[in-house]
T-cell receptor
Framework: DTGVSQNPRHKITKRGQNVTFRCDPISEHNRLYWYRQTLGQGPEFLTYFQNEAQLEKSRLLSDRFSAERPKGSFSTLEIQRTEQGDSAMYLC?????????????FGPGTRLTVL | RKEVEQDPGPFNVPEGATVAFNCTYSNSASQSFFWYRQDCRKEPKLLMSVYSSGNEDGRFTAQLNRASQYISLLIRDSKLSDSATYLCVVNSDAGKSTFGDGTTLTVKP
């Protein structure tokens, strides 16, 4: 399967714990995006990378969230000191970029439940 | 006010009906526009890009009105398989994508 993959698919954690998610984009894609989606809402932009450079981070994102893409390939999203409000589906997408019209291909997401 | 707004619906239509969805955006500097489809418990997938001149792909027609900051999607001859949530997406010149909250369509036999 050469699509976008995300691991784990599901994560249940206790409030206050740290969690880390991984995204493997389509291999030739330069751009990688992270989104968060809750029930009844559209995907909410968190951050995106052009190769290894993080180009923009949502103002809605607190300092507890950090993302990396160290070698311009896979990316990780870490949430520190999780809160119940962090419970959501975390989606990763990739695109050829940097052209504005490039289609984003989404992974299946990681569903986080914070107890 | 959200940057991208859509009528959430739900739209419940019979097979064969024509249905139209609307989307408005607030950032006049937005550069590119898309409609994505999301099935229940699945990831979003691109349905079509939206061009200033309007574009058509089979039963689907997308329109963009930059002056009014308005995007539309028309689905003709609805099929049961069209049942899904349709997401309006607006890209800034920096490449950031803003999604609407989606419009839910249910096509009934």
């Amino acid at each position: 399967d050469t699509g976008v993959s995300q691991n784990p698919r599901h994560k249940i954690t206790k409030r206050g714990q740290n969690v880390t998610f991984r995204c493997d984009p389509i291999s030739e894609h330069n751009r990688l995006y992270w989104y968060r989606q809750t029930l009844g809402q559209g995907p909410e932009f968190l951050t995106y990378f052009q190769n290894e450079a993080q180009l923009e981070k949502s103002r809605l994102l607190s300092d507890r969230f950090s993302a990396e893409r160290p070698k311009g390939s896979f990316s990780t999203l870490e949430i520190q000191r999780t809160e119940q409000g962090d419970s959501a589906m975390y989606l990763c997408a990739s695109s050829l970029g940097p052209g504005l019209s490039n289609e984003q291909f989404f992974g299946p997401g990681t569903r986080l439940t914070v107890l | 006010r959200k940057e991208v707004e859509q009528d959430p619906g739900p739209f419940n239509v019979p097979e064969g009906a024509t249905v139209a969805f609307n989307c408005t955006y607030s950032n006049s500097a937005s550069q590119s526009f898309f409609w994505y489809r999301q099935d229940c418990r699945k990831e979003p997938k691109l349905l079509m890009s939206v061009y200033s001149s309007g574009n058509e792909d089979g039963r689907f027609t997308a329109q963009l009105n930059r002056a009014s900051q308005y995007i539309s999607l028309l689905i003709r001859d609805s099929k049961l398989s069209d049942s899904a949530t349709y997401l309006c997406v607006v890209n800034s010149d920096a490449g950031k994508s803003t999604f609407g909250d989606g419009t839910t369509l249910t096509v009934k036999p």
